[in-house]
């Protein structure tokens, strides 16, 4: 479980790189779900919702939606085709795992969700995550 949580601090915000999404700075309110097939009987985790202040800077380099988890979790084949963006994602160390997200900007909110596989006690786990974000005024 505690891979779990890292994956969530690390899932907890959404991906961007090369160019810049359609996002406007200001205060956002972010929701994370998350669901673990196979884990039938034990209760649902509860979404998990944290409010950052996204800056005009961290909007046009993109690094507000940059994760900031393990520094051994590598992004890559990233794309942006519209306003839609896809990747792939792989994690070496303690916490390996890979998987794959997509998440649609949208101005004012935007949407997502990712696929991760690791392994927890020898065993197999798949990990689906959706988020949305909403802008929800300036910041303070």
Avoid: H
């Avoid at 070496?92 to 927890?120: D, H, R, V, W």
Wanted: aromatic share 6%; hydrophobic share 35%; glycine share 10%.
């Amino acid at each position: 479980m505690k891979k779990l949580a890292q994956l969530t601090v690390l899932l907890a915000f959404p991906f961007s790189a090369i160019a810049a999404p359609d996002m406007q700075p200001g205060m956002w309110e972010i929701t994370t779900r998350m669901e673990m097939p196979g884990m039938e009987g034990m209760p649902a985790m509860p979404p998990n919702t944290i409010r950052q202040c996204i800056r005009p800077a961290e909007v046009q380099s993109g690094s507000a939606t940059v994760p900031k988890g393990d520094p051994q979790c590598e992004v890559k084949d990233y794309r942006m085709q519209g306003k839609t963006a896809s990747w792939r994602m792989e994690c070496k160390g303690a916490n390996a795992m890979s998987g794959s997200g997509t998440i649609t900007y949208g101005g004012a909110s935007y949407s997502g969700k990712t696929q991760f596989t690791m392994k927890e006690e020898g065993q197999a786990m798949t990990i689906n995550q959706t988020f949305s974000g909403k802008r929800i005024g300036d910041c303070k």
